[in-house]
């Protein structure tokens, strides 16, 4: 359903064949969130963000987790999966990569917010999610 409007927002926007030349930026999906969400840029939040971030959900073994429990409380470290495999840092500032192509975002925003949440996060939560990192230093 998210889905579905994501990508109806892109080809409202026009943005279709940009996203697959992948020339997203962190700006660019914060734009494109906004947007879908139907709030200004200057309407996500990067303190909400840190929240989607930071706050810990009952898990389904009865364990607490959360975004930072494998992107780590620092995320200009690198984090942990649960078999212990290496994550690059989240934050832009210490891997460039990071919210460069739409498609890799929206597939691992599924992932992992289903993992986490028990839920897709909404296109608020996602852009005020990349707000917050990518202001970090
Ligand atoms: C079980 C471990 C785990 C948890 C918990 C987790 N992630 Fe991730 N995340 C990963 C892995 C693995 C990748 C893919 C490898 C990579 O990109 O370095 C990833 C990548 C991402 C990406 C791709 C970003 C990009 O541009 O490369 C986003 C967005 C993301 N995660 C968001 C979240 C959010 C939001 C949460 C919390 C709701 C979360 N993750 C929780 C393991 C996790």
């Known amino acids: 359903m998210i889905k579905k409007t994501f990508r109806g927002s892109l080809a409202i926007l026009g943005l279709v064949s940009t996203v697959a030349a992948a020339a997203d930026t962190p700006a660019s999906l914060m734009a494109t ?81 289903t993992d986490v949440l028990q839920r897709e996060c909404s296109a608020q939560e996602k852009g005020d999610f990349i707000a917050w990192l990518s202001q970090i230093k």
């Open 33 to 113: 969130y906004a947007q879908v969400a139907g709030v200004p840029v200057s309407g996500l939040s990067a303190k909400r963000g840190e929240m989607v971030y930071r706050t810990e959900h009952p898990g389904r073994n009865g364990q607490p987790v959360s975004c930072a429990a494998c992107h780590t409380a620092n995320p200009t470290q690198p984090g942990r999966t649960r078999v212990n495999k290496l994550i690059e840092p989240m934050a832009p500032a210490a891997n460039p990569q990071r919210f460069t192509d739409a498609a890799k975002v929206e597939k691992w925003f599924r992932r992992n917010c």
